[in-house]
């Protein structure tokens, strides 16, 4: 068994859902409370892909512009960046465009995901699927609901075999030992064993 720690970025305007879509994954809850994300937290999260076991640090970037200093400090050494925007919320799509640069300047090629959430709310939808894969045709995009779960766990499942396969074409990542405190579930796919471990170590950085 290899062990490795990957750095993951949660990006994106404020309101967009992402710590909401942290707390889905990490605790499986979703309490429908705005509070702005004031700096950066980090949660964690094991994935185990075969004989492959991934600590995933993420860290919740706060979207509100004033933060934006503090946040940019974390950008350095991100293996992966999951850009969010709301489905309901044209102007969060439109600002895509200045997360993806903003991930182009301090690093070496991080592996990105481009994330729609909110899509619980398809009647106030305003960002059609069509603009979207039009506007970035090579970016893997999700579409998720930090209400219902749906397609949360996915994004970071892809995260994790596209840092595998990163390793193996030698990308050079250090490695981390975490006190582990859990519980496991198992996903079986096709062709590859998936597991997915919550880790109880929430610090609250900045
Ligand atoms: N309907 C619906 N509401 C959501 C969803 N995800 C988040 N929200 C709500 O949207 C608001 C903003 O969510 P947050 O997760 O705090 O947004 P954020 O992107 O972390 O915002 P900042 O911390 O300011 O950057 C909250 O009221 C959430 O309850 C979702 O999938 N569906
Ligand atoms: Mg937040």
Redesign the pocket.
């Known amino acids: 068994m290899s062990k490795t720690t990957a750095k993951i970025l949660l990006i994106?305007?404020?309101?967009?859902?992402?710590?909401?879509?942290l707390q889905r994954l990490t605790q499986g809850t979703?309490?429908?409370?705005?509070?702005?994300?004031v700096g950066v937290d980090l949660k964690t999260k094991v994935i185990k892909i075969n004989e492959e076991e991934i600590t995933m640090e993420i860290w919740?970037a706060?979207?509100?512009e004033r933060f934006r200093s503090v946040t940019q400090s974390y950008y350095r050494g991100t293996h992966a960046a999951i850009i969010?925007f709301d489905l309901t919320d044209k102007t969060s799509f439109e600002m895509v465009g200045y997360w993806l640069s903003e991930m182009e300047k301090d690093n070496n090629h991080p592996i990105i995901a481009l994330v729609g959430?909110?899509?619980?709310?398809s009647n106030a939808r305003t960002v059609p699927i069509e603009v979207i894969r039009a506007t970035y045709p090579s970016l893997r995009y999700f579409e998720?609901?930090?209400?219902n779960g749906k397609n949360i766990e996915e994004i970071f499942v892809f995260i994790a075999q596209q840092f595998v396969q990163r390793m193996k074409s030698n990308t050079v990542v250090e490695y981390k030992e975490f006190q582990t405190n859990c519980f496991e579930s198992n996903i079986v796919t096709e062709d590859q064993s998936i597991t997915i471990k919550t880790i109880h170590n929430e610090n609250k950085c900045c």
């Open positions: 994106g305007e404020s309101g967009v859902g992402k710590t909401a879509m979703f309490d429908g409370i705005y509070t702005a994300s919740d706060a979207g509100q969010v959430n909110k899509s619980d709310l998720c609901s930090a209400v």
